[in-house]
Protein backbone atom coordinates (compact mmCIF):
# COMPACT_ATOMS: atom_id res chain seq x y z
CA UNK A 1 0.00 0.00 0.00
CA UNK A 2 1.34 3.63 -0.90
CA UNK A 3 0.61 7.07 -1.00
CA UNK A 4 -1.02 9.64 -3.52
CA UNK A 5 1.44 12.46 -4.11
CA UNK A 6 1.18 15.30 -6.31
CA UNK A 7 4.24 17.48 -6.95
CA UNK A 8 3.49 20.50 -7.60
CA UNK A 9 5.59 22.61 -9.96
CA UNK A 10 6.61 19.94 -11.43
CA UNK A 11 8.66 21.31 -14.89
CA UNK A 12 10.78 23.68 -12.53
CA UNK A 13 14.48 22.36 -11.56
CA UNK A 14 13.37 21.41 -8.15
CA UNK A 15 10.07 19.75 -9.24
CA UNK A 16 11.93 17.60 -11.73
CA UNK A 17 14.05 16.44 -8.73
CA UNK A 18 11.76 15.65 -6.32
CA UNK A 19 9.99 13.62 -9.20
CA UNK A 20 13.77 12.06 -9.58
CA UNK A 21 14.13 11.58 -6.02
CA UNK A 22 10.80 9.94 -5.26
CA UNK A 23 11.88 7.46 -7.64
CA UNK A 24 15.45 6.55 -7.14
CA UNK A 25 14.11 5.94 -3.16
CA UNK A 26 11.22 4.05 -3.94
CA UNK A 27 8.92 5.76 -2.18
CA UNK A 28 5.56 3.87 -1.71
CA UNK A 29 3.22 5.48 -3.89
CA UNK A 30 0.25 4.38 -5.55
CA UNK A 31 -0.42 7.13 -7.94
CA UNK A 32 1.70 10.45 -8.49
CA UNK A 33 0.51 13.68 -10.25
CA UNK A 34 2.68 16.42 -11.84
CA UNK A 35 0.83 19.65 -11.27
CA UNK A 36 2.46 22.83 -12.66
CA UNK A 37 0.81 25.84 -14.27
CA UNK A 38 -1.71 25.96 -17.36
CA UNK A 39 0.93 26.74 -19.59
CA UNK A 40 3.20 24.09 -19.12
CA UNK A 41 -0.33 21.48 -19.03
CA UNK A 42 0.16 18.65 -21.23
CA UNK A 43 4.28 18.74 -20.77
CA UNK A 44 5.60 15.54 -19.89
CA UNK A 45 8.00 14.58 -17.26
CA UNK A 46 9.28 11.68 -16.05
CA UNK A 47 9.21 9.74 -12.50
CA UNK A 48 11.28 6.96 -12.89
CA UNK A 49 10.62 4.88 -15.89
CA UNK A 50 7.40 6.28 -16.06
CA UNK A 51 6.37 9.23 -18.57
CA UNK A 52 3.86 11.59 -16.83
CA UNK A 53 2.00 14.20 -18.30
CA UNK A 54 1.56 17.62 -15.97
CA UNK A 55 -1.87 18.54 -15.28
CA UNK A 56 -3.29 22.18 -15.11
CA UNK A 57 -3.01 23.07 -11.13
CA UNK A 58 -5.68 25.78 -10.51
CA UNK A 59 -7.94 22.87 -12.33
CA UNK A 60 -6.59 20.53 -9.63
CA UNK A 61 -8.96 19.04 -6.77
CA UNK A 62 -6.84 17.52 -3.89
CA UNK A 63 -9.17 15.75 -2.44
CA UNK A 64 -8.08 12.14 -1.52
CA UNK A 65 -4.08 12.90 -2.10
CA UNK A 66 -2.36 11.89 1.11
CA UNK A 67 0.62 14.67 0.01
CA UNK A 68 1.76 17.35 -2.29
CA UNK A 69 4.96 18.96 -2.47
CA UNK A 70 5.31 21.90 -3.41
CA UNK A 71 7.83 24.17 -5.86
CA UNK A 72 6.68 26.56 -6.90
CA UNK A 73 7.64 29.34 -4.79
CA UNK A 74 5.81 31.95 -2.30
CA UNK A 75 3.02 33.68 -4.44
CA UNK A 76 1.87 29.84 -5.94
CA UNK A 77 1.92 28.37 -2.73
CA UNK A 78 -0.07 31.34 -1.13
CA UNK A 79 -2.83 30.60 -3.35
CA UNK A 80 -2.57 26.83 -3.73
CA UNK A 81 -1.53 25.57 -0.47
CA UNK A 82 -4.42 26.20 1.75
CA UNK A 83 -6.61 25.06 -0.71
CA UNK A 84 -4.87 22.00 -0.72
CA UNK A 85 -4.51 21.64 3.00
CA UNK A 86 -8.10 22.15 3.25
CA UNK A 87 -8.80 19.35 1.00
CA UNK A 88 -6.74 16.90 3.59
CA UNK A 89 -3.79 16.62 1.43
CA UNK A 90 -0.46 17.22 3.71
CA UNK A 91 1.13 20.23 1.97
CA UNK A 92 5.42 20.10 1.88
CA UNK A 93 6.29 23.34 1.18
CA UNK A 94 9.61 24.25 -0.32
CA UNK A 95 8.81 28.16 -0.65
CA UNK A 96 9.57 30.65 1.85
CA UNK A 97 5.78 31.69 2.87
CA UNK A 98 5.09 29.32 5.84
CA UNK A 99 8.82 29.15 7.27
CA UNK A 100 8.33 31.81 10.03
CA UNK A 101 5.11 30.50 10.83
CA UNK A 102 4.65 28.90 14.30
CA UNK A 103 1.81 27.27 13.46
CA UNK A 104 4.01 25.40 10.92
CA UNK A 105 7.05 23.02 11.55
CA UNK A 106 10.31 23.75 9.94
CA UNK A 107 11.93 20.25 9.56
CA UNK A 108 15.18 19.11 9.31
CA UNK A 109 14.78 15.42 9.17
CA UNK A 110 18.30 14.72 10.55
CA UNK A 111 18.12 17.46 12.74
CA UNK A 112 14.40 17.89 14.28
CA UNK A 113 12.24 15.11 13.21
CA UNK A 114 9.90 14.98 16.15
CA UNK A 115 8.71 18.11 15.37
CA UNK A 116 6.55 16.74 12.05
CA UNK A 117 3.77 16.16 14.53
CA UNK A 118 2.86 19.85 14.70
CA UNK A 119 1.90 19.38 11.32
CA UNK A 120 -1.83 18.80 12.23
CA UNK A 121 -2.07 22.92 12.72
CA UNK A 122 -2.45 23.54 9.33
CA UNK A 123 -2.00 20.38 7.36
CA UNK A 124 1.17 22.23 6.12
CA UNK A 125 5.08 21.60 6.69
CA UNK A 126 7.64 24.09 5.54
CA UNK A 127 11.00 23.19 4.15
CA UNK A 128 13.80 25.25 4.41
CA UNK A 129 16.00 27.41 2.77
CA UNK A 130 18.89 25.41 0.77
CA UNK A 131 21.92 27.06 2.45
CA UNK A 132 20.12 26.83 6.29
CA UNK A 133 19.35 23.06 5.63
CA UNK A 134 23.13 21.70 4.84
CA UNK A 135 24.45 23.37 7.96
CA UNK A 136 21.84 22.39 10.67
CA UNK A 137 23.28 19.06 9.62
CA UNK A 138 25.85 19.46 10.67
CA UNK A 139 25.55 21.81 13.49
CA UNK A 140 23.42 19.39 15.24
CA UNK A 141 25.31 16.65 16.54
CA UNK A 142 28.24 18.84 17.23
CA UNK A 143 25.51 21.28 19.10
CA UNK A 144 24.10 18.07 21.10
CA UNK A 145 27.54 17.04 22.32
CA UNK A 146 28.88 20.95 23.55
CA UNK A 147 25.81 23.55 22.71
CA UNK A 148 26.76 25.95 20.13
CA UNK A 149 26.36 29.50 21.07
CA UNK A 150 27.49 31.22 18.35
CA UNK A 151 28.08 30.66 14.46
CA UNK A 152 30.06 32.65 11.75
CA UNK A 153 28.96 31.32 8.19
CA UNK A 154 30.11 32.68 4.87
CA UNK A 155 28.39 30.64 1.80
CA UNK A 156 29.23 30.51 -1.55
CA UNK A 157 26.51 29.71 -3.53
CA UNK A 158 25.21 27.89 -6.99
CA UNK A 159 23.38 29.73 -9.44
CA UNK A 160 20.70 26.93 -9.52
CA UNK A 161 19.57 28.61 -6.54
CA UNK A 162 17.64 31.03 -8.22
CA UNK A 163 16.35 28.73 -11.21
CA UNK A 164 16.93 27.94 -14.91
CA UNK A 165 17.42 31.98 -16.09
CA UNK A 166 20.08 32.03 -13.60
CA UNK A 167 21.82 28.97 -14.97
CA UNK A 168 21.33 30.23 -18.40
CA UNK A 169 22.69 33.70 -17.99
CA UNK A 170 25.87 32.20 -16.22
CA UNK A 171 26.01 29.75 -19.31
CA UNK A 172 25.74 33.11 -21.66
CA UNK A 173 27.66 35.31 -20.08
CA UNK A 174 30.55 32.47 -19.98
CA UNK A 175 30.48 32.21 -23.39
CA UNK A 176 29.92 35.95 -23.94
CA UNK A 177 33.19 36.86 -22.58
CA UNK A 178 35.06 34.92 -25.26
CA UNK A 179 33.07 36.26 -28.22
CA UNK A 180 32.94 39.79 -29.10
CA UNK A 181 30.03 40.76 -29.75
CA UNK A 182 28.55 38.28 -27.67
CA UNK A 183 28.51 40.22 -24.02
CA UNK A 184 24.89 39.39 -21.94
CA UNK A 185 23.86 41.75 -20.01
CA UNK A 186 22.96 41.40 -16.55
CA UNK A 187 19.43 40.29 -16.09
CA UNK A 188 18.71 37.89 -13.09
CA UNK A 189 21.35 39.25 -11.25
CA UNK A 190 22.34 42.88 -10.49
CA UNK A 191 25.98 42.17 -11.68
CA UNK A 192 27.60 40.07 -13.62
CA UNK A 193 27.87 36.15 -12.54
CA UNK A 194 30.41 34.91 -14.48
CA UNK A 195 34.01 34.88 -13.37
CA UNK A 196 32.65 37.12 -10.74
CA UNK A 197 31.04 36.77 -7.05
CA UNK A 198 28.24 38.30 -5.76
CA UNK A 199 27.54 39.15 -2.39
CA UNK A 200 24.02 39.77 -2.53
CA UNK A 201 21.49 37.40 -2.25
CA UNK A 202 17.68 38.31 -1.99
CA UNK A 203 16.84 41.55 -1.23
CA UNK A 204 18.06 44.15 1.09
CA UNK A 205 16.84 44.54 4.57
CA UNK A 206 17.04 47.69 7.22
CA UNK A 207 20.46 46.38 8.59
CA UNK A 208 22.26 46.39 5.90
CA UNK A 209 21.80 42.37 6.08
CA UNK A 210 20.15 40.15 2.91
CA UNK A 211 17.08 38.33 3.34
CA UNK A 212 19.08 35.18 2.91
CA UNK A 213 21.02 35.86 5.73
CA UNK A 214 18.41 36.93 7.60
CA UNK A 215 16.74 33.36 6.89
CA UNK A 216 20.21 31.51 7.78
CA UNK A 217 19.19 33.12 10.97
CA UNK A 218 15.87 32.91 11.67
CA UNK A 219 15.44 29.44 10.45
CA UNK A 220 18.99 27.82 12.27
CA UNK A 221 17.38 29.25 15.73
CA UNK A 222 13.84 27.45 14.58
CA UNK A 223 15.22 24.55 13.95
CA UNK A 224 18.45 23.60 16.65
CA UNK A 225 18.02 26.22 18.89
CA UNK A 226 16.74 29.56 19.62
CA UNK A 227 19.51 30.81 21.89
CA UNK A 228 22.33 30.08 19.17
CA UNK A 229 23.94 33.73 17.66
CA UNK A 230 24.15 33.31 13.62
CA UNK A 231 26.06 35.89 11.86
CA UNK A 232 25.93 35.38 8.16
CA UNK A 233 27.14 36.50 4.68
CA UNK A 234 25.85 34.85 1.79
CA UNK A 235 27.66 35.05 -2.07
CA UNK A 236 26.35 33.60 -5.33
CA UNK A 237 29.05 32.23 -7.49
CA UNK A 238 29.56 31.38 -10.68
CA UNK A 239 28.89 27.65 -9.87
CA UNK A 240 25.99 25.94 -11.52
CA UNK A 241 24.79 23.37 -8.86
CA UNK A 242 26.64 22.77 -5.43
CA UNK A 243 26.47 25.45 -2.38
CA UNK A 244 29.65 25.38 -0.28
CA UNK A 245 30.02 27.03 3.64
CA UNK A 246 32.98 28.18 5.36
CA UNK A 247 31.73 27.92 9.45
CA UNK A 248 32.41 28.99 12.29
CA UNK A 249 31.41 27.36 15.76
CA UNK A 250 31.60 28.47 19.11
CA UNK A 251 30.58 26.10 21.92
CA UNK A 252 29.72 26.54 25.35
CA UNK A 253 31.61 23.48 26.23
CA UNK A 254 35.49 22.28 25.28
CA UNK A 255 35.19 20.71 21.78
CA UNK A 256 38.52 20.31 19.74
CA UNK A 257 38.47 19.45 15.80
CA UNK A 258 39.39 15.60 16.61
CA UNK A 259 36.25 14.72 18.39
CA UNK A 260 34.17 16.94 15.96
CA UNK A 261 35.58 15.08 13.20
CA UNK A 262 34.56 11.78 15.12
CA UNK A 263 30.98 12.92 15.94
CA UNK A 264 30.26 14.13 12.17
CA UNK A 265 31.28 10.91 11.13
CA UNK A 266 28.48 8.82 12.52
CA UNK A 267 25.99 11.33 12.28
CA UNK A 268 23.16 10.78 9.86
CA UNK A 269 23.15 12.07 6.37
CA UNK A 270 26.94 13.76 7.02
CA UNK A 271 30.04 12.23 4.78
CA UNK A 272 33.15 13.43 6.22
CA UNK A 273 36.17 13.55 3.82
CA UNK A 274 38.90 15.67 5.41
CA UNK A 275 42.55 13.87 4.62
CA UNK A 276 44.58 17.16 5.21
CA UNK A 277 46.60 17.00 1.82
CA UNK A 278 45.76 18.38 -1.73
CA UNK A 279 42.34 17.26 -3.01
CA UNK A 280 41.52 15.59 0.46
CA UNK A 281 38.11 17.80 0.77
CA UNK A 282 35.15 17.60 -1.05
CA UNK A 283 33.99 20.64 -3.74
CA UNK A 284 30.77 21.86 -5.16
CA UNK A 285 31.28 19.74 -8.38
CA UNK A 286 31.84 16.56 -6.30
CA UNK A 287 28.72 16.64 -4.34
CA UNK A 288 25.99 16.83 -7.75
CA UNK A 289 23.57 14.00 -7.49
CA UNK A 290 24.45 13.06 -3.94
CA UNK A 291 22.62 12.42 -0.84
CA UNK A 292 25.03 13.50 1.76
CA UNK A 293 25.84 16.80 3.22
CA UNK A 294 29.89 16.82 3.42
CA UNK A 295 31.98 18.07 5.85
CA UNK A 296 35.61 18.51 5.36
CA UNK A 297 38.62 20.76 6.62
CA UNK A 298 37.65 20.73 10.27
CA UNK A 299 40.35 22.43 12.34
CA UNK A 300 40.72 23.95 15.73
CA UNK A 301 40.20 28.05 15.60
CA UNK A 302 43.54 29.11 16.90
CA UNK A 303 41.77 32.85 18.13
CA UNK A 304 38.95 30.87 19.92
CA UNK A 305 38.26 29.18 23.02
CA UNK A 306 35.83 26.04 22.28
CA UNK A 307 35.81 27.13 18.78
CA UNK A 308 35.91 24.73 15.29
CA UNK A 309 35.75 25.72 11.45
CA UNK A 310 34.81 23.47 8.78
CA UNK A 311 34.02 23.57 5.32
CA UNK A 312 30.25 21.94 3.89
CA UNK A 313 29.23 21.10 0.90
CA UNK A 314 25.94 20.05 -0.61
CA UNK A 315 23.84 19.50 -3.49
CA UNK A 316 21.43 22.17 -3.13
CA UNK A 317 18.32 20.92 -5.33
CA UNK A 318 18.82 17.64 -3.38
CA UNK A 319 19.81 18.39 0.67
CA UNK A 320 18.82 21.62 -0.25
CA UNK A 321 15.46 21.62 -1.59
CA UNK A 322 14.15 18.06 -3.10
CA UNK A 323 15.44 15.39 -0.88
CA UNK A 324 14.62 16.99 2.51
CA UNK A 325 11.47 17.44 1.43
CA UNK A 326 11.00 13.87 0.38
CA UNK A 327 12.87 12.97 3.72
CA UNK A 328 10.04 14.72 5.38
CA UNK A 329 7.57 12.80 3.23
CA UNK A 330 9.19 9.98 4.31
CA UNK A 331 9.03 11.19 7.92
CA UNK A 332 5.26 11.82 7.65
CA UNK A 333 4.97 8.64 6.77
CA UNK A 334 6.24 6.64 9.47
CA UNK A 335 5.23 8.32 12.14
CA UNK A 336 1.92 9.85 11.11
CA UNK A 337 -0.07 7.97 7.80
CA UNK A 338 1.35 5.20 8.17
CA UNK A 339 0.56 3.41 4.50
CA UNK A 340 3.81 2.35 3.28
Same mark, same amino acid.
Given at each position: ???????????????????????????????????????????????????????????????????????????????????????????????????? /?? /????????????????????????????????????????? /?????????????????????????????????????????????????????????????????????????????????????????????????????????????????????? /???????????????????????????????????????????????????????????????????????????????
Amino acid at each position: MGYRVAVVGATGNVGRELLNILAEREFPTTEVAALASRRSAGTEVTFGDEVLKVQDLERFDFTGWDMALFAIGSDGSKTYAPKAAAAGCVVIDNSSLYRY /DP /DVPLIVPEVNPDAIMDYSRKNIIANPNCSTAQMVVALKPLH /DRATITRVVVSTYQSVSGSGKAAMDELWNQTKGVFVPGQEVAPKVYPKQIAFNVIPHIDVFMEDGSTKEEWKMVVETKKIVDKSIKVSATCVRVPVFVGHAESINIEFEQPLDAEEAR /DILRQSPGILVVDTREDGGYITPIDCVGDFATYVSRIRDDQTRDNAINLWCVSDNLRKGAALNAVQIAELLGRRVLKKG
